[in-house]
């Protein structure tokens, strides 16, 4: 697993061991909250989706620690679970459009 580490290794060459669990724990709320709205998301109101959030901001937390403390590539696996569902929005939405 070592090699897969490719932003771990990148955020603690610029940023140095400082501040490194909340430089990593924005960076997986802020990919985790595009994984979510791209993949999950619906229509809900104000209420509910506040109390999403907030579950968001504690699961991340825990995701944060592995990405620091387990040092899992978390951010890398995050990165391609967003590629994987931007393609399955882009091929969803070419064929609404085609069907209509």
């Known amino acids: ?10 955020v603690v060459d610029i940023n140095g061991i400082e501040n490194i669990f909340w430089v990593f724990y924005v960076m997986n709320f802020i990919l985790c909250a595009i994984a979510y709205e791209l993949g999950f998301a619906r229509k809900l109101p104000l209420g509910k989706a506040i109390f999403v959030y907030l579950m968001l901001l504690i699961a991340t937390y825990i995701l944060t620690i592995f990405t620091t403390v387990m040092r899992m590539p978390t951010v890398e696996s995050l990165f391609v679970i967003i590629l994987i569902l931007a393609i399955y929005r882009i091929r969803l ?8």
């Open 93 to 100: 939405h070419k064929q609404r459009q085609t069907s209509k």
């Open 1 to 10: 697993m070592e090699g897969f580490r490719f932003v771990f290794d990148l």
